[in-house]
């Protein structure tokens, strides 16, 4: 789920690499050398959630085998969590469970005003004729198995998903006949031997053997029931559009479902201008995979055939390929510590000055919020007026901000606060395996939104400990609880609770991540505030710094922020701010943000307020000095801006800023120039108290600009 209006990790195998690149604003944080990691044989970080104190939840019913870590915050949670499954998107296809088996089928993708939709509607209905549940055996980053469980506990088959291909796979567990409620025939000539088709809303469906099987001849005479003996698999292919003209495209993506996926793996590397995700399918055979390649994908060609056609998703058309991995590129992005206040003039460092002093006695006269998303973003508000007051050479405000902070910073990560206090503290969740805030929000209880929450806590770690070897090392144990929690390579044991799960929000196929913990949800899980998980990242990428500088075990933790911050930023662009409006997807689509992504819709819409304002200050906020990636296109800045006001003349008379998010806004202008963000300056000035976001101050909001005024 999300977020609302005011609106990790530590030692680890896994990492990525240097990146150099240069974010204007203040001091790019030294990035570690360039390297290539890979997920396989990640270890775990060396933390104990145990050493918090342990408050039992119920999360209610959960369809996952013994041993597993419960997979909150991922594509596929609304099969394990809930009282029934919901449909799931492995993308292109969607897949539902059902009583008694399963179904599939190819969306029907349609654009229309602020929403782009194309839900679960199945096209073919599996039937195993009798009674099974559901149950996720197996996961990893792009393949799920899911056992149906007999009521006698008894396993009669499995359903092999694999996240980003048009193909589904069974596989009978004991004989048995399959009801399928449409018929298989004999596949037309060109098509190999064994191939079923039918054809469902005129696209062809292709019923492929895996591993050599005659799927054709497991049909009886109806061609609507499936014989398989035990251990035997078959795969459903959906025809794609549009193949090259005169290929063999689908006779290749046919003999190509007939390989098993078995699992996936995850590696990825950097360079100074960009860092690199591959992810890897392997087969029984080790021959390619049918996979898609996504519009944040776009470059992703080694050891792949691609241009087999396409298939429309909400996410953009997407082109199917024959692969044994997918590799694609991300530019790279550094972490950046305060702004660039270096070269203001004299009147405008004095107004700063005034300024600073000002917001400093408000937020030092007031008590920071005791929740963990709120609390957090008060003191990652506070670390960034610190910063401006030290560097603007204001040491006696500067001091009195950062023992405020350090204050509260040490309430926050002292292990046994809960046991003291009802509130500013975390606590362990053995069932979920999670850590959560005492005083929880917006369902932080259930798993949902913990990379917005957390990731404010390891920005102000970061910021505050970035010179401070003795506060690094003092608040480390719970800083780094909260870092596993989010971002863990490995997946984490915690005696005799549920582990914490490896990546447990980032989705590596699609580049982004998941907000909602249980997804309890028809169009599958989703993701609002795109800029928080950034910002979860970044603060991720500054509390590692601030580790190594201190000299704590660091083992990659520096270069795996770099690639989630990487990582992220690009599917940001991709799917909330600066998607490409000519895709034929977007053809109807009268919105130039969606600022609401899920697997079986995007939409202009946010969790809390109608307004177009916030639907485009969520995934700006906050604005810190990474926030740059934003500002690449200025062209699409203003035209998104031109949509949340109402008007293509941003600093016209009767423009008005006076709006939800207006200070994230005008630090959105501030990106398409000089000239604009020497104007946004001026309405900054103005702008009332109650459109500073709670997260930020109007220091900060003026020093951004000042830094990129004329």
Same mark, same amino acid.
């Given at each position: 789920?999300?977020?609302?209006?005011?609106?990790?990790?530590?030692?680890?195998?896994?990492?990525?690499?240097?990146?150099?690149?240069?974010?204007?604003?203040?001091?790019?944080?030294?990035?570690?050398?360039?390297?290539?990691?890979?997920?396989?044989?990640?270890?775990?970080?060396?933390?104990?959630?145990?050493?918090?104190?342990?408050?039992?939840?119920?999360?209610?019913?959960?369809?996952?085998?013994?041993?597993?870590?419960?997979?909150?915050?991922?594509?596929?949670?609304?099969?394990?969590?809930?009282?029934?499954?919901?449909?799931?998107?492995?993308?292109?296809?969607?897949?539902?469970?059902?009583?008694?088996?399963?179904?599939?089928?190819?969306?029907?993708?349609?654009?229309?005003?602020?929403?782009?939709?194309?839900?679960?509607?199945?096209?073919?209905?599996?039937?195993?004729?009798?009674?099974?549940?559901?149950?996720?055996?197996?996961?990893?980053?792009?393949?799920?198995?899911?056992?149906?469980?007999?009521?006698?506990?008894?396993?009669?088959?499995?359903?092999?998903?694999?996240?980003?291909?048009?193909?589904?796979?069974?596989?009978?567990?004991?004989?048995?006949?399959?009801?399928?409620?449409?018929?298989?025939?004999?596949?037309?000539?060109?098509?190999?031997?064994?191939?079923?088709?039918?054809?469902?809303?005129?696209?062809?469906?292709?019923?492929?053997?895996?591993?050599?099987?005659?799927?054709?001849?497991?049909?009886?005479?109806?061609?609507?029931?499936?014989?398989?003996?035990?251990?035997?698999?078959?795969?459903?292919?959906?025809?794609?559009?549009?193949?090259?003209?005169?290929?063999?495209?689908?006779?290749?993506?046919?003999?190509?479902?007939?390989?098993?996926?078995?699992?996936?793996?995850?590696?990825?590397?950097?360079?100074?201008?960009?860092?690199?995700?591959?992810?890897?399918?392997?087969?029984?055979?080790?021959?390619?995979?049918?996979?898609?390649?996504?519009?944040?994908?776009?470059?992703?060609?080694?050891?792949?055939?691609?241009? +087999?056609?396409?298939?429309?998703?909400? +996410?953009?058309?997407?082109?199917?390929?024959?692969?044994?991995?997918?590799?694609?590129?991300?530019?790279?992005?550094?972490?950046?510590?305060?702004?660039?206040?270096?070269?203001?003039?004299?009147?405008?460092?004095?107004?700063?000055?005034?300024?600073?002093?000002?917001?400093?006695?408000?937020?030092?006269?007031?008590?920071?919020?005791?929740?963990?998303?709120?609390?957090?973003?008060?003191?990652? &508000?506070?670390?960034?007026?610190?910063?401006?007051?030290?560097?603007?050479?204001?040491?006696?405000?500067?001091?009195?901000?950062?023992?405020?902070?350090?204050?509260?910073?040490?309430?926050?990560?002292?292990?046994?606060?809960?046991?003291?206090?009802?509130?500013?503290?975390?606590?362990?969740?053995?069932?979920?395996?999670?850590?959560?805030?005492?005083?929880?929000?917006?369902?932080?209880?259930?798993?949902?939104?913990?990379?917005?929450?957390?990731?404010?806590?390891?920005?102000?770690?970061?910021?505050?400990?970035?010179?401070?070897?003795?506060?690094?090392?003092?608040?480390?144990?719970?800083?780094?609880?909260?870092?596993?929690?989010?971002?863990?390579?490995?997946?984490?044991?915690?005696?005799?609770?549920?582990? #914490?799960?490896?990546?447990?929000?980032?989705?590596?196929?699609?580049?982004?991540?998941?907000?909602?913990?249980?997804?309890?949800?028809?169009?599958?899980?989703?993701?609002?505030?795109?800029?928080?998980?950034?910002?979860?990242?970044?603060?991720?990428?500054?509390?590692?710094?601030? &580790?190594?500088?201190?000299?704590?075990?660091?083992?990659?933790?520096?270069?795996?922020?770099?690639?989630?911050?990487?990582?992220?930023?690009?599917?940001?662009?991709?799917?909330?701010?600066?998607?490409?409006?000519?895709?034929?997807?977007?053809?109807?689509?009268?919105?130039?943000?969606?600022?609401?992504?899920?697997?079986?819709?995007?939409? &202009?819409?946010?969790?809390?307020?109608?307004?177009?304002?916030?639907?485009?200050?969520?995934?700006?906020?906050?604005?810190?000095?990474?926030?740059?990636?934003?500002?690449?296109?200025?062209?699409?800045?203003?035209?998104?801006?031109?949509?949340?006001?109402?008007?293509?003349?941003?600093?016209?008379?009767?423009?008005?800023?006076?709006?939800?998010?207006?200070?994230?806004?005008?630090?959105?202008?501030?990106?398409?120039?000089?000239?604009?963000?020497?104007?946004?300056?001026?309405?900054?000035?103005?702008?009332?108290?109650?459109?500073?976001?709670?997260?930020?101050?109007?220091?900060?909001? #003026?020093?951004?600009?000042?830094?990129?005024?004329?």
């Amino acid at each position: 789920m999300t977020r609302r209006p005011v609106a990790v990790l530590l030692a680890v195998v896994l990492a990525a690499a240097g990146c150099t690149t240069t974010e204007p604003g203040g001091d790019e944080a030294a990035g570690p050398a360039p390297t290539d990691r890979s997920l396989a044989g990640a270890q775990a970080p060396a933390v104990d959630p145990t050493a918090l104190p342990t408050v039992e939840r119920e999360p209610g019913p959960m369809r996952l085998a013994d041993g597993l870590p419960p997979p909150t915050n991922r594509w596929f949670s609304g099969l394990v969590f809930g009282d029934e499954p919901q449909p799931v998107f492995p993308l292109p296809l969607a897949v539902g469970l059902t009583s008694t088996g399963f179904g599939y089928g190819l969306p029907d993708v349609r654009a229309d005003g602020t929403l782009i939709a194309g839900g679960y509607a199945p096209q073919v209905q599996v039937d195993v004729g009798e009674s099974v549940t559901g149950v996720v055996s197996r996961y990893d980053a792009a393949t799920v198995d899911v056992d149906l469980v007999a009521e006698d506990d008894q396993v009669r088959g499995t359903v092999h998903l694999t996240r980003g291909s048009p193909v589904v796979r069974y596989t009978a567990r004991t004989a048995q006949s399959l009801g399928l409620d449409r018929s298989f025939d004999d596949a037309d000539a060109g098509l190999p031997d064994g191939v079923a088709t039918a054809e469902v809303d005129a696209r062809t469906h292709a019923l492929v053997g895996v591993d050599g099987l005659d799927a054709a001849g497991a049909l009886d005479g109806s061609g609507s029931t499936l014989e398989l003996g035990e251990g035997e698999s078959v795969a459903w292919l959906v025809a794609p559009d549009d193949p090259a003209e005169g290929s063999a495209a689908l006779p290749e993506l046919v003999r190509a479902a007939g390989e098993a996926v078995e699992a996936s793996t995850v590696s990825y590397a950097t360079g100074t201008d960009d860092v690199t995700t591959t992810v890897g399918y392997e087969t029984t055979s080790g021959g390619p995979a049918v996979a898609v390649r996504f519009p944040h994908q776009r470059d992703a060609v080694d050891d792949a055939t691609c241009g +087999l056609g396409s298939y429309a998703t909400v +996410l953009g058309t997407v082109d199917v390929c024959r692969a044994t991995e997918l590799s694609w590129r991300s530019p790279a992005r550094e972490p950046v510590v305060g702004l660039e206040l270096s070269d203001l003039g004299e009147s405008a460092r004095d107004e700063l000055v005034e300024q600073v002093r000002a917001d400093a006695d408000r937020v030092l006269a007031e008590t920071r919020p005791a929740d963990t998303y709120f609390g957090g973003k008060a003191l990652a &508000r506070d670390a960034e007026l610190w910063t401006l007051a030290r560097d603007l050479g204001m040491d006696d405000v500067a001091a009195d901000l950062r023992e405020s902070l350090l204050t509260d910073l040490r309430l926050w990560t002292d292990p046994d606060g809960c046991e003291e206090r009802p509130e500013r503290c975390f606590t362990w969740e053995p069932t979920l395996g999670t850590v959560v805030g005492q005083a929880t929000a917006f369902g932080s209880e259930e798993g949902n939104d913990h990379h917005f929450h957390y990731g404010y806590f390891l920005y102000a770690a970061g910021l505050l400990a970035a010179e401070d070897a003795e506060l690094a090392e003092e608040v480390a144990p719970v800083v780094d609880l909260l870092a596993a929690d989010v971002a863990a390579a490995a997946d984490v044991p915690a005696g005799d609770g549920a582990p #914490m799960p490896a990546l447990r929000t980032l989705d590596v196929v699609m580049g982004h991540s998941w907000a909602s913990g249980p997804s309890p949800f028809g169009d599958g899980n989703n993701q609002e505030s795109a800029s928080e998980a950034v910002a979860a990242w970044h603060g991720l990428a500054l509390w590692a710094d601030a &580790r190594a500088a201190a000299g704590l075990p660091d083992e990659g933790l520096t270069s795996q922020a770099r690639w989630m911050l990487s990582l992220e930023a690009a599917s940001a662009r991709a799917y909330w701010t600066d998607f490409d409006r000519s895709d034929p997807v977007a053809d109807g689509l009268q919105a130039d943000v969606t600022s609401l992504v899920w697997d079986g819709k995007r939409e &202009r819409a946010t969790w809390f307020s109608a307004e177009p304002s916030a639907a485009l200050g969520i995934v700006v906020l906050p604005v810190t000095g990474v926030s740059t990636y934003l500002g690449e296109d200025p062209a699409r800045v203003h035209d998104n801006l031109a949509e949340a006001l109402g008007t293509t003349d941003l600093w016209a008379d009767d423009a008005t800023w006076d709006v939800m998010f207006g200070d994230q806004l005008l630090m959105y202008a501030g990106l398409m120039g000089p000239e604009e963000a020497t104007a946004a300056l001026e309405v900054a000035r103005e702008l009332p108290e109650d459109r500073i976001d709670d997260g930020s101050t109007r220091s900060w909001l #003026m020093a951004w600009l000042h830094g990129r005024a004329e």
